[in-house]
């Protein structure tokens, strides 16, 4: 019997055992980042809007957005008909429809902001049943003049998985399975009243649903309950390093009694 197999065996269960430990703790660091963001969520329900002017805009760089995430906000401007786009597959209350996203340009200024208007219904089928969607005719902003939109800062795209890495598959006209900013760029590059503008880095979810809109507001979803997920996967991790660490010593006394037994 060859000692270096058992040596060589036992280092990589060891080596095993640490990455699983490590995995481990980045679930745990996972889990309070999701405990934190949750806590910030509920204790920034009640709190006063922040109303952000043309003098605000320039210094919104991505960083700066991050510091604001989940933050409340007014903003003025006038909506963009033409740019409605429907995300398909999102439910509410266990009820399948879309997300409603329009343009907004903003007062005084050279940019705009994507903004999730809110949530349809739309029952699953083929495409060829909802073309109204694919057209982009339905839900679209009906005031044109300038007016306040008051939402949170979201910088999250709540991407679902996708099977493919079809454009024409992904996209359908104005109905969408997901949102990038690749695809958003392109879609304003394309449209006449945003080609001219800049987007800000941010998904403002809108707060003040006109009640004739048809639209209900459509959550964030930051569930209380998301850390344990987390800390479920730590705890699996952790398995798995004393499994390994377990077999690693088993291997090293096999090493020992080959010794003695030589």
Not at 10 to 39: E, G
Not at 113 to 129: D, H, L
Not at 190 to 208: C, V
Request: glycine share 4%; aromatic share 12%.
């Amino acid at each position: 019997m060859n000692i270096n197999n058992f040596n060589s065996k036992s280092l990589v269960f060891y080596i095993l055992s640490a990455l699983c430990f490590t995995l481990a703790y980045w679930q745990i660091t996972r889990a309070q980042f999701k405990a934190d963001m949750y806590k910030i969520h509920s204790n920034q329900s009640g709190e006063f809007p922040i109303t952000l002017s043309s003098s605000d805009y320039d210094s919104l760089s991505k960083e700066k957005v991050e510091t604001l995430k989940l933050n409340r906000v007014n903003m003025y401007g006038v909506w963009v008909p033409d740019s409605t786009i429907y995300i398909d597959n999102r439910q509410s209350d266990g009820i399948p429809g879309v997300h409603v996203i329009s343009a907004f340009t903003l007062k005084d200024s050279d940019y705009f902001i994507w903004v999730n208007r809110g949530w349809a219904r739309k029952a699953p089928g083929e495409i060829s049943n909802y073309m109204e969607f694919v057209n982009g005719t339905l839900y679209l902003p009906t005031k044109i003049s300038t007016s306040l939109v008051s939402g949170r800062i979201e910088t999250d795209l709540m991407q679902r998985i996708e099977l493919s890495n079809n454009e024409d598959i992904m996209k359908n006209g104005f109905l969408w399975q997901n949102l990038t900013w690749d695809r958003l760029n392109t879609f304003a590059e394309e449209t006449t009243s945003l080609s001219s503008k800049t987007a800000l880095p941010f998904i403002l979810w809108r707060n003040n649903i006109p009640s004739d809109s048809g639209l209900k507001k459509a959550e964030i979803q930051l569930k209380a309950d998301e850390k344990f997920k987390h800390l479920g996967y730590a705890v699996q991790w952790v398995f798995f390093g004393l499994l390994s660490i377990g077999l690693a010593i088993m291997i090293r006394r096999k090493n020992i009694n080959v010794k003695k037994s030589n």
